[in-house]
């Protein structure tokens, strides 16, 4: 279960999804969409860290071209109007709604809180800006498009990063991936995992490249990073 609520942004104030765990949360994960907006998919997500002890706020960074978008990643009617919002996105923009999401989960979880970031897809790209440029205390970030485009950015990442690549992925190529695995090789705080023969969103509920192996361990990777640097 879950419900929408409002954060108050520095343009403004946007939609999240809150999911709550049953007792006292263990930590809080502000979960970052793909181009599709907050649908099933990222609700199913939400639930699953709240069966798991964190509260889960997912933030609605479409706000500004289309509050409240739910787009299926299976019609590809949406496919086109999801690419037209993610062109016309601001990227810095979206880092600074995260921030006010990150600030809005600790005033939440009280003196001491810990949160951390996870996304997908364009949020898996968000993630790890994120990690660059907002304190948080960990970051999840699966085939995030783009990253080797701003691996300038790499060097401010702070917290814990923990990465999930496709070795298939028809929107990360093997010489995007490579630069990837490269920029961050040695860092002791950085895990990147590739799997092998999966395509892009091969961990997305439901999603046409569901790869139920894959997604069960990249998922289990997910859980002991979190439960190691959250609590």
Do not use: K
């Amino acid at each position: 279960m879950g419900s929408m609520i409002r954060i108050a942004g520095a343009d403004g104030a946007f939609g999240a999804w809150l999911a709550q765990p049953g007792g006292r949360p263990r930590a809080a994960i502000v979960v970052v969409q793909e181009i599709f907006g907050i649908n099933d998919d990222l609700r199913e997500t939400c639930a699953r860290l709240a069966d798991e002890g964190f509260l889960a706020l997912c933030p609605d960074l479409f706000w500004r071209l289309a509050p409240g978008i739910e787009l299926s990643h299976l019609d590809e009617a949406d496919w086109q109007r999801a690419l037209g919002y993610y062109r016309a996105f601001d990227f810095d923009a979206g880092v600074a709604d995260i921030a006010a999401t990150v600030a809005h989960a600790r005033t939440l979880l009280g003196a001491g809180g810990r949160v951390g970031v996870m996304g997908f897809c364009l949020g898996g790209l968000m993630t790890f800006l994120a990690a660059a440029r907002i304190p948080v205390d960990a970051a999840v970030a699966y085939y995030g498009g783009g990253t080797e485009a701003r691996l300038d950015e790499a060097d401010g990442i702070r917290a814990p990063l923990l990465m999930h690549l496709a070795e298939a992925d028809e929107f990360i190529p093997p010489p995007a991936r490579a630069a990837i695995v490269a920029a961050l090789a040695g860092r002791a705080d950085v895990e990147v995992h590739t799997y092998p023969g999966c395509r892009h969103a091969f961990a997305r509920n439901g999603g046409a490249h569901y790869d139920a192996a894959a997604a069960t361990l990249a998922n289990a990777r997910t859980d002991a990073f979190l439960r190691a640097h959250l609590g």
